[in-house]
């Protein structure tokens, strides 16, 4: 099996180029719940629900398109037996995506993408601030 990076590095090339007000916002505390009377679990949650709350913060003006990126990426599923796209909508499978990105990072670094790994692990430190936990990313583990 032979890995396409080109296209990882398309799509997440553009991380470094943040914008000032979208760091200002990785700071701020408030962040939407999933639903109401509902507590993000990002370590559970389907993904319907993760483009759901990516959405939200776009709109909210906490997350940039560019940083967006690791996590529309981690909402495609490819059926190993059709080799079609499963139904975003439909699908309840429930994702630990705080691993998911994790594996992203390490996986980025192993090809030697350190801008995509720094992608993913923003994306971890977001999902930590939405929970309302550290911001600290520890992938010593």
């Given at each position: 099996m032979q890995i396409n990076t080109s296209f990882a590095t398309a799509a997440f090339g553009n991380y470094a180029a943040r914008s000032k007000s979208a760091a200002a916002a990785e700071t701020d505390p408030?962040?939407?719940?999933?639903?109401?009377?509902?507590?993000?679990?990002?370590?559970?949650?389907?993904?319907?629900?993760?483009?759901?709350?990516?959405?939200?913060?776009?709109?909210?003006?906490?997350?940039?398109?560019?940083?967006?990126?690791?996590?529309?990426?981690?909402?495609i599923k490819i059926s190993a037996y059709t080799k079609q796209s499963v139904d975003i909508d439909t699908d309840m499978s429930?994702?630990?995506?705080?691993?998911?990105?994790?594996?992203?990072?390490?996986?980025?670094?192993?090809?030697?993408?350190?801008?995509?790994a720094k992608s993913f692990e923003w994306a971890i430190g977001a999902m930590r601030r939405a929970q309302g936990g550290k911001a600290g990313i520890d992938l010593a583990a």
């Open positions: 408030a962040a939407p719940e999933a639903s109401p009377g509902r507590k993000l679990d990002f370590t559970s949650m389907t993904r319907k629900e993760l483009i759901d709350w990516v959405n939200g913060e776009i709109k909210g003006g906490r997350m940039t398109l560019d940083e967006s990126t690791p996590f529309v990426g981690m909402t429930r994702v630990d995506f705080t691993d998911m990105a994790a594996k992203g990072a390490d996986g980025a670094r192993w090809f030697g993408n350190e801008s995509l």
